[in-house]
């Protein structure tokens, strides 16, 4: 829904653009241009961001069924690993062999 407020508040701006500013054609067309980019990168941009969270979700809910997590070359399970929330970060418990380990969740598979 972003999306949708987010190009009609740049067609508004490119009619006013348009309508009351005296500008060259070329120029209006490079603002519109210039403008077509930016929306498109943000898009791009968040897109990319949700696949990153969704692929972390399904990590932390693995994790969170007792399941075992591949990390690079780590197997990651809650009984050697605590998950820090605040960070989505695994920290190595005590008395293990990864004491203080601590591995990103964007990096599990």
């Known amino acids: 829904m972003g999306y949708i407020y987010g190009f009609i508040i740049a067609g508004i701006l490119l009619l006013a653009m348009y309508y009351f500013i005296e500008l060259t054609t070329k120029k209006k067309l490079s603002i519109a241009l210039a403008f077509t980019l930016i929306i498109m990168t943000a898009i791009t941009y968040n897109n990319h961001k949700k696949k990153q969270q969704e692929k972390m979700l399904e990590v932390i809910i693995k994790y969170k069924q ?44």
């Open 66 to 109: 007792a399941k075992n997590i591949h990390c690079g070359d780590r197997d990651i399970n809650s009984s050697t690993y605590s998950l820090s929330i605040g960070t989505y970060t695994f920290i190595g418990k005590k008395n293990t062999p990864h004491y203080a380990e601590m591995i990103d969740a964007l990096t599990c598979q």
